[in-house]
């Protein structure tokens, strides 16, 4: 069938024929291929076309990254209006049986337009604050619970049909506060809409069909009047009845009826599918799934990845209001896009080994399986708390959980929404670890409520060996503990182990290219916390320690003509990488190496060795100190300072930098100057956001950072103390009060980026591009 005709102008191409090609000519959202995998199915046109005419529906496809977001993000260019528009023209029965029901569900949120949608957004936004939602978060547990007993001893079990799609749709009747009374009858009525909007039914099931959303409809508008008539109690729908009676002409009677329907569909089967896609994709994935088990710190990270990787969300869409371009290609006026958000998730030009399960991706959570923007979903914190709640109730009761093997999944045809119709799972319940220890019913975790945090991507390390390094240093060589290959790093960079508790930053100091292993440099500072204490008097060969990482804030610019390395005492860590790496790469570079005396300096003996001539030993002892001043000559445009040691050093060096052109040094922070904010000092401004069209006050006593978060914005951080560049967010308009060590005095300058956690703004607005 094809439901559109070519948009292409023929006359002014004839000689070269239709430039559809035969790749987007063959694309069918209903066959069976993107049915199977949608983001596999688009491969193609990721590669080679990512933006097509699809004859078969009449939609542009867009498929990458860039382009995905960039519509996301404009929602005036491209607008949201046809998002729940039936892809399949309705037959003129199926109408007349909706109009039956007085069916007249039209604009809510997801499909509206400015200047319409942004007062609601931000009058109806405020039950999904991490705040609010953290109130949900006893009721999910207890039903996950409670459903979970009821097939845990069964040995098998159609985690759909017994788990997944009822949960997601009693928390969603409980957000949104139906009465325990209604809920029932509304469940049985929910399913029918996802037909309805995104498949493609035959004309008698169109009537089937709407016969169901027409009683949904109807029964939707009669628990609305019920609440109407006391919307004291909790939840989405009493909320919005209260936010009426001060805004009537924001939010109408009908719009009310509106959100009461599609607030169901929203938030069911969206998650339902989600956690059905991550449960399937984790199991498929074992080592995947035995490592959350072993340490459910990474489920929040391992949410963010299966959404990624499989989310439920498979594409969206947006209507073109002017001619334009995207990715290159000109799209005219009047153009219907499917946007193909699960694509733009697997897209290698965004996300490093893209088709991979990485519960450890750094970057996991840029995906677009929420969308982006200003119609980002609201409800994404509510599924991501559902998700970790799934997953810690089945890591925990059912480890031993397994697919039941040879089982073929379908899927209901649509083009957006994604999930398997049912996973069957297998288990032996004698081996249910709470037979041998209740105890473990009692644990567990608090939820992550928001985008997860990179602090908790951890991994278990094994010491393989410890050496003297120098009088009170040792260099310890680091494994993964399963055998896997680490991460990769560049010189510069750091780990962060747990050592009995603390957490500490070393920089690695051994070779790149060794995927196996990881080494360090520890000195036993006398001072010690426990952290170089312990590593000098626990750690042996087989101990395990947790680590996060690697990092790098301390990168080597390609780009100089020639590298002065200095490092003080046990600051030669990162320093020797950067200078095994300039030798390889055949670059000038000396290396100055300070220390009081040569027995207590570490690696000197390789410093010598690789670096003989390029290396300068100062040593205190022998009255070699190092002289700051004749480190760079004052026409050393083109040089570049790295530097690493103790403070005294570090602090000499700055100095020295005042009278160096700008950004000639570069200096490995440890330690934070981040001080505590005291309201009677700081003031109060608006942070405008442009990509999400809100504005967010940031309160004298409270970091950008929090402010963004409490309204619901995603933006990751790590140190949250100006040190990791995790938390940085692009500045549009306004001066930044920057107070972080990571930036360089060049880039502060430009004034395009910030670090959220502790840079503020001069005035009263800043403008970020989020
Ligand atoms: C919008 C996905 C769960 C409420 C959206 C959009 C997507 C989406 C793709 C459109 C975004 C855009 O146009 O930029 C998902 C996924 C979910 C999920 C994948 C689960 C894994 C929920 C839940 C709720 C919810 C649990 C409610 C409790 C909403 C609302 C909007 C929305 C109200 C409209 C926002 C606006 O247009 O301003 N969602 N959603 N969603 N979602 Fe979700
Ligand atoms: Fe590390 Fe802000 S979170 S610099």
New binding site residues.
């Given amino acids: 069938m094809s439901t559109g005709s070519c948009p292409v102008d023929h006359s002014a191409s004839a000689a070269t024929g239709c430039p559809v090609s035969a790749n987007a000519a063959a694309f069918d959202p209903f066959g069976d291929a993107y049915q199977a995998d949608p983001p596999e199915a688009v491969r193609w046109s990721r590669e080679e076309e990512p933006v097509f005419y699809s004859p078969e529906i009449g939609y542009w496809v867009v498929t990458r990254y860039d382009d995905v977001k960039a519509v ?1 993000r404009d929602n005036i260019l491209f607008s ?1 209006s046809i ?1 729940l528009e039936k892809i399949t023209p309705v037959s003129e029965e199926a109408t007349a049986t909706l109009a039956k029901y007085g069916y007249a569900m039209n604009r809510t ?2 499909n ?1 337009d400015e200047p319409e ?1 942004m007062p609601r ?1 931000r009058a109806l936004m405020e039950p999904f604050t991490p705040e609010q939602l953290a109130h949900h978060e006893p009721m999910v547990r207890k039903l996950t619970r409670e459903y979970v007993d009821r097939f845990v001893d069964a040995g098998k079990a159609d985690l759909v049909d017994e788990m997944l799609w009822e949960v997601p749709l009693t928390v ?1 009747l409980h ?1 949104l506060g139906v009465p325990e009374e209604d809920m029932e009858t509304l469940r049985k009525y929910s399913i029918a809409h996802t037909v309805n909007t995104w498949g493609r039914p035959s004309p008698e099931e169109q009537v089937a069909v709407a016969e169901a959303v027409g009683r949904f409809w109807q029964f939707a508008g009669t628990v609305v009047e019920k609440l109407r008539r006391d919307p004291s109690g909790p939840g989405w729908m009493p909320f919005s009845i209260r936010a009426q009676r001060e805004q009537p002409e924001v939010i109408t009677d009908s719009y009310l009826h509106s959100i009461m329907m599609a ?1 169901i569909v ?2 069911h089967e ?2 339902a599918n ?1 956690a059905a896609n991550a449960i399937k994709l984790l199991l498929e994935n074992r080592t995947v799934w035995e490592e959350i088990c072993a340490d459910p710190a990474l489920i929040p990270n391992a949410v963010e990845e299966c ?1 990624r990787h499989s ?3 498979a594409a ?1 869409r947006r209507l073109v209001t002017a001619d334009t371009t995207i990715g290159g290609v000109p799209i005219p006026q009047g153009a219907k896009l499917l946007i193909v ?1 699960s694509s733009a998730n697997r897209d290698q030009r965004h996300f490093d080994n893209a088709d991979a399960v990485d519960i450890r991706r750094e970057n996991a959570s840029d995906h677009l ?12 914190n ?2 991501r708390m559902e998700l970790q709640i799934f997953l810690e109730e089945l890591t925990t009761r059912l480890p031993h959980l397994e697919l039941v093997p040879d089982q073929e999944f379908t899927y209901l045809p649509n083009t957006s929404f994604r999930g398997p119709d049912h996973l069957w799972v297998q288990w032996d319940p004698s081996a249910n670890p709470e037979r041998g220890d209740p105890a473990i019913l009692r644990r567990h975790r608090p939820v992550r409520i928001g985008e997860p945090s990179t602090r908790a991507i951890t991994r278990t390390v094994t010491v393989e060996s410890v050496e003297p390094a120098a009088d009170g240093v040792v260099t310890l060589t680091l494994t993964d503990a399963a055998g896997n290959p680490l991460p990769p790093w560049s010189p510069g960079a750091h780990v962060d182990l747990d050592l009995d508790g603390l957490s500490r930053q070393y920089s690695l100091c051994g070779d790149p290219a060794d995927t196996h292993r990881y080494r360090i440099a520890v000195l036993r500072e006398p001072d010690s916390r426990g952290g170089s204490r312990y590593v000098h008097e626990r750690l042996r060969p087989g101990s395990a320690l947790t680590l996060r990482g690697p990092r790098n804030h301390f990168r080597l610019d390609p780009a100089a003509r020639h590298y002065v390395l200095v490092a003080g005492g046990i600051g030669i860590t990162p320093v020797i990488a950067m200078a095994d790496h300039l030798r390889a790469a055949g670059a000038s570079y000396e290396l100055h190496y300070c220390g009081r005396t040569t027995r207590g300096m570490a690696l000197l003996d390789r410093a010598r060795r690789d670096h003989g001539g390029n290396l300068t030993v100062h040593c205190g002892e022998e009255g070699g100190r190092l002289d700051v001043t004749t480190l760079v000559a004052e026409d050393a445009d083109g040089v570049q300072v790295y530097a690493c040691g103790p403070q005294r050093l570090l602090a000499a060096l700055e100095e020295q930098a005042a009278g160096w052109p700008a950004d000639t040094l570069h200096i490995e922070h440890f330690t934070t100057t981040k001080r505590e904010l005291d309201p009677s000092v700081e003031h109060g401004f608006d942070v405008e956001l442009a990509d999400s069209g809100l504005t967010v006050h940031v309160a004298p006593d409270q970091t950008v950072l929090a402010a963004l978060r409490a309204a619901n914005i995603d933006i990751s951080s790590d140190c949250e103390e100006g040190l990791c560049g995790s938390c940085e967010a692009p500045v549009l308009d306004g001066e930044v009060d920057h107070r972080d060590v990571v930036l360089t005095k060049a880039e502060r300058a430009a004034n395009t980026l910030m670090m959220t956690c502790c840079s503020r703004a001069c005035g009263s607005k800043l403008t970020l591009g989020l």
């Fill in positions: 996301f949201p998002a949120l997801v509206e949608h957004r969603a957000f607030g929203a938030a969206t998650t989600a959404l989310g439920s969300v969206w958000n399986t929420f969308g982006y923007g200003s119609h980002q979903c609201m409800g994404k509510l599924a």
